[in-house]
């Protein structure tokens, strides 16, 4: 494959926009669908919990996370106006009775005020954190007192393999997301790394570990 094509592709992962965007967010919904109900498991979300997710794809996940209990409210940021339009869409009942809110914002700040939110949870967006500490911190600001932070990605040496990464992708290992998580003031409650098997672009079954991290907004002794 050419430069320019796996740079095309690198860049409709991080922003999907286009004819070309609403394919590749259905094909990461099916990808990634094991990894984000995974993710959302770890939540330990209980009824009448406002959760907040950072970068949602076509938000083809979000039923499944409206099963987890009662009276939730669900909020979910992202970088392309295409993703979110088509979440919006795929979600509209959701979104008429008010227990899905989209929005769009800058992979940087996120638009909410201190203490927003019972549970966070990301998938596979770390590689394209523009501002890693930063955005950790923002996190941590909008979560409420002991309320948890999950973040779900594939592992360095399985993401190395695949061509495209070499552009826009910043990977990860467990240990490297542990450094960074170490920066900040969450606490890490949980860890968990998993394989899987899922189809490449080619139509082959490949193994792909991934790992989550549950982190906790606790309270510092001083």
């Not at 869409?89 to 992979?107: C, E, M, P, T």
């Not at 890693?132 to 399985?158: H, M, Q, S, W």
């Not at 290992?173 to 606490?187: E, M, P």
Request: some cysteine; charged content about 25%.
């Amino acid at each position: 494959m050419e430069k320019e094509e796996l740079q095309a592709i690198a860049s409709q992962l991080k922003n999907p926009s286009g004819e070309k965007g609403i394919e590749m967010g259905n094909m990461m919904n099916e990808t990634n669908i094991n990894m984000t109900k995974h993710s959302i498991q770890n939540l330990n979300i209980s009824k009448e919990n406002k959760i907040l997710e950072l970068g949602h794809g076509n938000g083809g996940h979000v039923e499944f996370l409206f099963e987890q209990g009662k009276d939730l409210k669900y909020y979910g940021l992202e970088m392309s106006e295409l993703m979110f339009q088509e979440a919006r869409q795929i979600n509209r009942n959701f979104v008429s009775q008010k227990q899905a809110f989209f929005s769009l914002y800058d992979g940087n700040k996120i638009p909410f005020e201190d203490e927003s939110f019972d549970k966070t949870f990301t998938v596979n967006t770390i590689y394209f954190w523009q501002k890693p500490e930063e955005l950790l911190a923002e996190i941590y600001r909008v979560l409420k007192p002991n309320g948890n932070f999950c973040v779900t990605f594939a592992e360095e040496d399985f993401m190395k393999k695949l061509p495209f990464t070499q552009f826009e992708f910043e990977l990860y290992s467990t240990q490297k997301a542990q450094d960074l998580i170490g920066k900040s003031d969450f606490k890490i409650v949980y860890t968990e790394t998993q394989t899987e098997k899922v189809k490449s672009k080619t139509g082959e079954l490949v193994e792909r570990a991934f790992t989550t991290f549950v982190l906790e907004k606790s309270f510092k002794s001083f």
